[in-house]
């Protein structure tokens, strides 16, 4: 017997695989964006090395913007969201689930790709691998916010989202780039667990008012 | 005590309140401002290193104060309508939102009309502008979600989960827009002293009082707006109008 919650992994990830605009589109939105920046402020090696870190974290942020609409809305229209309301099983984990497959279908591959474009923007190694990490620790965040942005604006576009997530994603962006910027010093810890710290508060108050949000369409 | 407070959230008892009381208030503020404005900018000596310049902080300080104190009550009415469901904490939210904006608008215009003589130029990217700047694209958002949903009902608790949320992270927001860069003088009043001189320092504060009067009357009208494109087909609101007539 598989459980409920592993099923709605399951169906996620595969829903996710099978139509490829949902994981391609942030890919092709991201790697357009990287090569957007060079042309527009030009090729110069030392110039693109100091941006390369905010162009990245950037570049990522606005990719997440497009697949935060996918997280509820479909399971809203098709009525299944209903159901699960009315099942009685564990929102909170339900919509983690959600939140993570998202995050791993939409985010996980633009940390991999953030990687191999930091040698395009000429960022040192040691501050690429930062990079990662602090990515790591972000984009869930930025999921998060797109989640509430997402289950608030349900029936209508996410043109309202996209306004509420980006300035509250503001902390981690700035963390992450002061992580990377501070990638010699010691400094560079303190920003990395207040990035984590950031990451573990917004969690549960997050998804708590992730589910307040898709009730709202219901009462 | 409760019993006022039943009284003051009831839609019916607030708009007579309100009605009876807005134009006192209201008039009354309007003098505070001018005696604290005009106070400070003919009156009060000139100060030492930034000259007559300075003189727009009677304008600046009190809308910067009054545009934090919104949001911040904001939050305490999202609380009150999230736990409680008091219709009243909703309309003071939507009222209170488009008074915020202005007032962070006006706090940044005048900080720039200040900026340009003394810092020589009109924007800076330092901690408190830039935290100022993200206020009032909170506020902006928070006004285009009143149209964003059919039913009243859902337009209130959305505002007032996303005010919530920006409460909460609005600290940190200041907090990690502050290591990232400081210019801006820090605060001059606290609540331990002042290291302003007094006679600069009593017309900031008449003016500072003026600019509270003034959006609690200004936002006592809006409340009353509101109620009213809620309340229009009910009785209480025939009977006030007709007793008019």
Request: charged share 10%; aromatic share 16%.
């Amino acid at each position: 017997m598989k459980s409920f919650y592993f099923k709605t992994f399951q169906r996620d990830s595969k829903v996710y695989l099978s139509r490829s605009s949902s994981f391609l589109g942030p890919i092709v939105f991201f790697l357009i964006t990287i090569t957007l920046y060079p042309l527009a402020f030009g090729s110069d090696e030392e110039k693109l090395a100091e941006l390369s870190a905010g162009i990245i974290w950037i570049s990522i942020l606005l990719a997440n913007l497009l697949s935060h609409q996918f997280i509820f809305n479909e399971d809203y229209k098709d009525g299944s969201l209903d159901l699960v309301l009315a099942s009685g099983k564990s929102l909170f984990l339900w919509a983690s689930i959600k939140i993570f497959v998202n995050w791993y279908f939409s985010s996980l591959p633009l940390i991999f790709l953030s990687l191999l474009t930091s040698f395009m923007l000429y960022l040192p190694f040691d501050a690429a691998l930062i990079l990662a990490l602090t990515l790591f620790l972000g984009t869930p965040i930025l999921s998060m916010f797109g989640a509430l942005a997402g289950a608030l604006t349900l029936e209508r576009g996410n043109i309202v989202g996209s306004s509420i997530v980006i300035p509250m994603c503001l902390p981690a962006l700035i963390l992450g780039i002061l992580a990377i910027q501070s990638y010699k010093n010691e400094e560079l810890f303190f920003y990395i667990f207040l990035l984590a710290a950031f990451l573990f508060f917004s969690i549960p108050i997050l998804i708590a008012s992730c589910l307040g949000a898709i009730r709202l369409h219901f009462e | 005590m409760r019993q006022l407070f039943n009284q003051l959230i009831s839609f019916p008892y607030f708009f007579k309140i309100a009605q009876i009381s807005f134009p006192y208030l209201f008039l009354l503020s309007i003098l505070v401002i001018l005696l604290g404005v005009l106070w400070g900018v003919f009156f009060s000596p000139v100060d030492v290193t930034q000259g007559e310049v300075y003189r727009i902080i009677y304008l600046h300080v009190p809308a910067a104060s009054v545009a934090q104190s919104i949001y911040y009550t904001m939050v305490i009415a999202s609380i009150t309508y999230l736990i409680w469901r008091i219709k009243m904490a909703s309309v003071f939210m939507i009222s209170m939102a488009p008074l915020g904006a202005i007032f962070t608008f006006l706090a940044l215009f005048t900080g720039a009309v200040w900026g340009q003589p003394t810092w020589g130029t009109w924007w800076v990217w330092d901690a408190r502008l830039t935290s100022t700047l993200i206020l009032l694209i909170l506020y902006l958002a928070i006004i285009s979600l009143f149209s964003s949903f059919d039913r009243r009902a859902s337009t209130d608790q959305a505002v007032s989960i996303v005010v919530l949320i920006g409460g909460i992270n609005l600290p940190i927001i200041k907090l990690s827009v502050e290591w990232w860069n400081t210019l801006h003088q820090s605060a001059s009043i606290t609540l331990s002293g002042s290291s302003i001189d007094n006679e600069m320092l009593i017309p900031l504060l008449i003016s500072i009082f003026g600019f509270y009067l003034y959006v609690t009357a200004i936002g006592m009208r809006k409340m009353q707006v509101e109620i009213l494109k809620r309340e229009i087909s009910h009785n209480w609101v025939k009977e006030i109008f007709i007793e008019k007539r």
